[in-house]
């Protein structure tokens, strides 16, 4: 059975830090793309970052650049998402995803930056 298992959220002042990890079983990420989605109340869920098998080059939300970043650990099959310097509009529940031939979602951990 594969799971994606997020963890790490919480409540943060603005301007805090935070990082959030993924770790996933049943599955090899370094088969995958990882990424990290996140769903503000009442919006669309979005892509925040995304990082290929090797771990070159990764994609971020141009809202998040330069604050937020990540990485990934094919060993320890984990991903990871360190996100500084935070803002009230980061505030969200953020998801885990891993996209090859098939693809697979986490189920979720909630990020409330507010003072």
């Known amino acids: 059975q594969v799971q994606l298992v997020e963890s790490g959220g919480g409540l943060v002042q603005p301007g805090g830090s935070l990082s959030l990890s993924c770790a996933a079983s049943?599955?090899?990420?370094?088969?995958?793309?990882m990424h990290w989605y996140r769903q503000a109340p009442g919006k669309e869920r979005e892509l925040v970052a995304s990082i290929h098998w090797a771990g070159v080059a990764p994609n971020y939300l141009d809202s998040v650049k330069g604050r937020f970043t990540i990485s990934r650990d094919n060993v320890k099959n984990t991903v990871r998402l360190q996100m500084n310097s935070l803002k009230p509009e980061d505030t969200a529940k953020y998801y885990c995803?891993?996209?090859?031939?098939?693809?697979?979602w986490g189920q979720g951990t909630m990020v409330t930056v507010s003072s």
């Open positions: 995803r891993a996209t090859g031939t098939d693809f697979y």
């Open positions: 049943g599955i090899d990420i370094s088969r995958y793309v």
